[in-house]
């Protein structure tokens, strides 16, 4: 199967998609994620794989900061406290939120307008003029 079907119009109602609510989005069609999906999972940022593990790097923090996460974890590990929180802050946003956000955008940046969308459009710049 070389070839894509492209359609060359889009039959999508793009206007009522983009007027719908987050609970009229119906999700029943999407499967659970498991955490086993996430463990296999491979993360990307940018289009190229992040490696696991960890990274050194070079940060200057503010004092009040350092001074606070090592006071928190006693003196030892406050740079893995650190890491911790960083990595929950990445992570707090529950998945669905995340695609309804991702599905918003895309329609949002969506390249080609449904048919509807277009000849308004025409009409409002005759109307211009």
């Known amino acids: 199967m070389s070839k894509k ?21 119906d999700l029943s069609d999407t499967p659970e994620v498991s955490e ?8 990307r940022l940018g289009g190229r794989k992040v ?13 009040d900061i350092v001074a606070y996460y090592k006071t928190l974890s006693g003196g030892k590990g406050y740079q893995t406290l650190i890491n911790e929180t960083l990595k929950h802050n990445i992570f707090q946003y529950d998945l669905e939120n995340i695609l309804r956000q991702v599905i ?25 003029s």
């Open 5 to 25: 079907y492209i359609s060359k119009d889009s039959q999508t109602d793009w206007e009522r998609i983009k007027k719908m609510k987050d609970e009229e989005i």
């Open 36 to 43: 086993d999906m996430f463990s296999n999972a491979v993360l």
């Open 51 to 63: 490696p696991k593990g960890k990274v050194r790097i070079n940060i200057l923090l503010d004092a």
């Open 104 to 128: 918003r955008e895309e329609l949002k940046y969506s390249t080609k307008p449904a048919p509807n969308m277009l000849r308004n459009g025409i009409e409002r710049n005759k109307n211009e």
